[in-house]
């Protein structure tokens, strides 16, 4: 550890209360700001916020809904979250965004309470500068998202049981992460479960010990994990049946075997996500993912060694992909990264590494005014008639925006080739990263937000007052719900496409899609209302 004077002296006087408060005050900063700028992404972010917002128009707490119907796929945990902070904000995409900046909040914590318990304080705070100097792990602060809670869970719940393998008669450990993956459970499903009830297998394999006391261990904690889990789930079942059990188990299974909302990926997806977006950690863990010394040595970065693995795996082999799927995989990237650098200096091949990824994302964020500014040279390149539309938006790009991607570059080739000092080093590296996310959400974001489905989302919140149907037709879409503010006696129960182009209706509907979707303009009694930015809208009168 010597090899890395990483800590600032001044905090050395300082206690671990004081230390996590200004970590807090730090992912304060670095979280919430800005949260509420862009309107909530289609899918998963839209999705969640509209069942929390029907959640509370409803005040049906117990049961996940979206379009005032049942929603089988995810347990309530998050959603209640959501709830609370739309009480308190309002129903808005800050709100829905909040949860996780606290979630975020909490992780670095956690992240320095466990290095500086397992290892000493400099680590500690080296984890969190690494967590938050990882594209990434930063990102998924700033969404709305299922993802960042449950993964804490799942965390937490293995490194307690971690603890409980490593210190003796540690039951209270147990009963811990038991607590953390039931709460991980109510969150998204069975695979907290799987993950942690494998990771623990899997290191006893690895450690080759089976001992009865571990067995005991491992029986005590499924029983707290499926009691907790059970609080909501057998409430569920005791009140309406065994239909949404039945039916979320019959969707996770289909999410492994199938290829579930066009989210097919090849098999190397996940790890070229891992590999690309968690820059720079990705790199500087590469050498503690393989069969090595240091690891094996130290029990709890086996752990983390076999965790990243595990999830790996498992979600390299599930058919449908989807890129928060691999988002664990984030704490044992930063954590192997951080246990690496702490022992070795950065080699000369990953500085080479580091500073080509660097290359080419700082060219994408410098080419990217650059190409939407002069699109008409690119449209006929383009085969995507949606894309095409897409880039056509009235969006202001004045070209400075590429002075991120070039200060991207400029800090991290200054911090591994001319900086000597090697804190420095990581220094420049790490805050490189978190400058160039931090300016390209308020600089690039909001801009690329309103080439993809800004047209769309501003019609939405038009009809907002109507007496009218509003739905997405030839494409899945969860917008049409929360930006159109449904109530619940404006729910739409013609959901069959036919019945609302051909059959009887009641008040106006609007259909919305892509301008790809030409077959529609071929029905006579629907009104082209809107034909902008590759989102067309028709309208058909009763």
């Not at 801009?447 to 939405?460: N, P, R, S, W």
Request: with cysteine; glycine share 6%; charged share 15%.
């Amino acid at each position: 550890m010597e090899a890395f004077p990483f800590a600032v002296k001044s905090l050395n006087s300082l206690t671990d209360i004081q230390v996590k408060g200004l970590i807090a005050v730090l992912g304060a900063l670095l979280f919430i700001p800005f949260l509420g700028q862009v309107h909530l992404f289609d899918w998963d972010e839209i999705n969640f916020a509209e069942s929390a917002r029907e959640m509370i128009l409803t005040q049906d707490y117990l049961r996940v809904q979206v379009n005032y119907e049942p929603f089988w796929e995810k347990p309530p945990l998050f959603f209640w979250l959501q709830v609370l902070s739309m009480k308190v904000f309002g129903i808005n995409e800050f709100a829905a965004r909040l949860p996780n900046a606290i979630v975020g909040i909490f992780t670095l914590i956690a992240l320095y309470h466990i290095g500086n318990k397992l290892f000493n304080r400099k680590f500690g705070l080296i984890w969190v500068s690494a967590y938050i100097g990882t594209f990434l792990p930063h990102f998924y602060f700033k969404s709305g998202i299922i993802d960042p809670l449950f993964n804490l869970f799942i965390f937490l719940g293995i490194y307690q049981m971690h603890q409980a393998f490593t210190i003796n008669k540690n039951t209270k450990a147990v009963f811990l992460a038991g607590l953390f993956i039931g709460l991980g459970l109510l969150t998204k499903g069975p695979v907290a479960l799987l993950i942690s009830g494998l990771t623990a297998v899997f290191y006893m394999v690895a450690k080759w010990d089976f001992k009865i006391k571990y067995l005991l261990y491992l029986a005590l904690f499924g029983f707290v994990s499926l009691s907790v889990a059970g609080l909501w789930f057998g409430l569920e079942t005791w009140k309406n049946g065994t239909w949404f059990l039945q039916t979320f188990i019959e969707y996770n299974l289909r999410l492994m075997n199938t290829e579930d909302s066009g989210h097919g990926q090849p098999i190397y997806y996940h790890p070229l996500v891992l590999f690309l977006g968690c820059f720079p950690t990705s790199i500087l863990c590469l050498k503690m993912l393989l069969k090595n010394k240091a690891v094996a040595d130290n029990s709890f970065a086996l752990t983390m060694q076999l965790l990243f693995w595990i999830v790996l795996i498992i979600f390299s082999l599930v058919k449908t992909k989807i890129i928060h799927y691999s988002s664990l995989c984030y704490f044992p990237i930063t954590f192997l990264a951080v246990f690496y650098i702490t022992k070795f200096e950065i080699a000369k091949w990953q500085k080479n590494v580091l500073i080509s990824i660097a290359f080419i994302i700082g060219l994408a964020l410098i080419a990217l005014p650059f190409f939407v500014r002069n699109v008409e040279v690119f449209v006929p390149y383009i085969t995507d008639t949606f894309a095409q539309a897409n880039l056509q938006a009235n969006v202001y790009w004045s070209g400075y925006e590429a002075i991120i991607g070039a200060f991207f570059i400029l800090g991290t080739l200054s911090g591994l080739f001319y900086v000597k000092s090697y804190a420095k080093q990581l220094l420049f590296l790490f805050g490189s990263v978190v400058i160039a996310f931090q300016l390209a959400l308020v600089w690039i974001v909001p801009k690329v937000e309103i080439h993809i489905q800004g047209a769309m989302v501003d019609f939405l919140k038009s009809t907002q007052s109507e007496d009218c149907y509003v739905k997405a037709i030839g494409f899945k879409s969860y917008a049409q719900y929360f930006y159109s503010n449904r109530k619940p006696n404006y729910k739409l129960t013609m959901d069959d496409e036919t019945k609302l182009v051909y059959g009887k209706i009641d008040k106006p509907v609007y259909l919305i899609t892509k301008c790809n979707k030409d077959n529609y303009r071929l029905i006579p009694q629907l009104e082209v209302v809107l034909d902008k930015n590759g989102w067309v809208v028709y309208r058909r009168l009763p």
